[in-house]
């Protein structure tokens, strides 16, 4: 197996991680993981990478984490995935294991990763909290313990994720048979000469198929320990990076570094930058394609359908917003309320799905998913219009739009205005009660500490871009936002105060 995996600023061969997690997979084996799930409770770090191939090896599902899960969610998840095995950081652990449920911690059987020291310091992690203590179970210990598997398991289990949804528990996306996609959209990129970056947390479904297609066709991996802007633009002219995914607030951050600085690096390496996870404004693609080239593409879809669409940066320049077309093997359609297809141009919820892809269900929630879909179509509530030519354009989450006077309101094209001013590195939109006009445009944003802002300030800056009716009533400021396993804001955590004593929700 050619190619390295470097993780901050140290360079493992691929080889000798396949071999570590060819003992890994023995280990589970002996643990009784062949058929079930491995749930994996670690930041970016080369062990998600051996642990991933391990339980692949040994025929089980990977149950990746989101890290900055509390306990309770923690123990709701493995009890409703029926997951006895996990692999954890030490410190994550630490932070959780006296609070779970007995009946739930004594069940389980934790292998301990110790936190490296590069994780440690980019996190502020107490170094107290990163060893693994005397009685717990040494993941380097485990791994030389075993031999390397003698039957691997040839066939491809689907990670099961959770995805948060709009509301209540999260729900588990979990693919009714094996296999792997056909090679569209992203899946068309992978190759042995390829070098991948992600700094985006390797529990988000997109992140994940990345790691494991650059591994496993004996690619390149640079995995930073966590996303800065400006070591991004070091590692892709260091590592002559080809292919990176990311969501579009990274691109937000590296566009707005001073040119100084980024000119200073190199990115003519890059062939792929695939973005995701939230709406791309089409001016920072456009803003992005001017500086790095036509090397940005951009996908719509969701855990439950995997990319739908695929928009190149040609596509990007010549209909500014658009997600692209349906690749080769998925079918989109846009409907309106009574089901029926919308005509071009006319917003709706959008449905689709991919011959590829195998059918999911919800986890222990068959009712969720007879609801996500008819006619063989999956949806998971967004809104937007298809053009003339079959180009999809997003508007909004169906559950985010804001109903003001009357007016349809989305909260992401407010957002995408508001993400023009240098000051807002991300933004939230939303409704909040209104007495006259049922609700009106809320806007909490993100600004450092040493660029503030003041409501007023952005209230005038948005007026003299966007429609009146579109202007925010309400304006606040803060450094950071609750995010969800895939990296969005909350919103609901942000909205329900403003619901507070009020006896209707919209």
Not at 165 to 178: A, S
Not at 298 to 313: C, I, M, P, V
């Amino acid at each position: 197996m050619a190619g390295s995996v470097y993780f901050a600023g140290d360079d493992f061969a691929a080889a000798t991680l396949a071999t570590e997690a060819a003992c890994a997979a023995s280990g589970f084996s002996a643990l009784g993981a062949k058929g079930g799930r491995v749930a994996l409770f670690l930041r970016n770090d080369v062990s998600f990478l051996t642990a991933s191939e391990a339980a692949r090896l040994s025929g089980a599902a990977t149950l990746p984490l989101n890290w900055r899960l509390k306990a309770d969610d923690v123990a709701y998840i493995l009890t409703d995935s029926a997951t006895h095995l996990v692999v954890a950081h030490a410190d994550l652990w630490h932070g959780i294991a006296d609070q779970l449920p007995a009946n739930v911690r004594d069940r389980l059987t934790v292998l301990l990763v110790p936190t490296p020291v590069s994780i440690c310091s980019a996190y502020n992690v107490d170094p107290a909290r990163a060893h693994v203590p005397p009685d717990g179970c040494h993941w380097v210990d485990f791994v030389q313990r075993y031999d390397p598997i003698a039957t691997p398991q040839t066939t491809v289990q689907y990670p099961l994720i959770y995805t948060s949804g709009t509301t209540g528990r999260p729900k588990g996306v979990q693919r009714t048979t094996t296999g792997r996609p056909a090679p569209v959209a992203y899946d068309a990129f992978f190759n042995k000469d390829m070098c991948t970056l992600l700094a985006t947390p390797l529990y988000h479904a997109a992140a994940n198929r990345f790691l494991q297609g650059t591994f496993q066709i004996g690619g390149t991996l640079v995995l930073p320990a966590r996303f800065d802007a400006e070591d991004t633009l070091s590692a892709i002219e260091t590592h002559r990076v080809t292919t990176t995914f990311m969501v579009p607030a990274m691109l937000q951050r590296m566009i707005r570094l001073p040119d100084t600085v980024r000119n200073a690096f190199d990115p003519s390496s890059l062939k792929q930058v695939v973005i995701a996870g939230a709406p791309c404004p089409a001016d920072l693609k456009a803003a992005m394609i001017d500086w790095w080239g036509p090397v940005i593409y951009e996908y719509y879809g969701s855990t439950e359908t995997s990319a739908l669409t695929f928009a190149s940066s040609d596509d990007a320049l010549a209909r500014p917003g658009t997600v692209g077309r349906a690749v080769q093997t998925a079918r989109v359609e846009v409907r309106d309320n009574t089901g029926a297809p919308c005509p071009p141009g006319q917003s709706g919820e959008i449905y689709g799905r991919r011959a590829d892809i195998p059918d999911f269900t919800y986890l222990n929630a068959p009712e969720a998913r007879a609801q996500a879909g008819t006619d063989d179509l999956i949806t998971v509530g967004d809104i937007g219009y298809l053009d003339e030519e079959g180009y999809l354009f997003l508007n909004d989450r169906k559950s985010d739009m804001i109903i003001s006077n009357g007016v349809n309101i989305y909260p992401a094209q407010v957002e995408a205005a508001i993400l023009t001013h240098p000051a807002i590195s991300d933004c939230a939109v939303f409704g909040i009660p209104d007495p006259s006009a049922g609700e009106a445009v809320a806007a909490i944003v993100q600004t450092s500490k040493d660029k503030p802002l003041e409501p007023a300030a952005l209230i005038a800056y948005l007026k003299e871009r966007v429609a009146s009716y579109l202007v925010p009533k309400h304006v606040e400021q803060r450094q950071d936002f609750p995010r969800d396993e895939a990296g969005k804001i909350k919103k609901r955590n942000l909205r329900a105060p403003f619901w507070e004593g009020v006896d209707r929700k919209i």
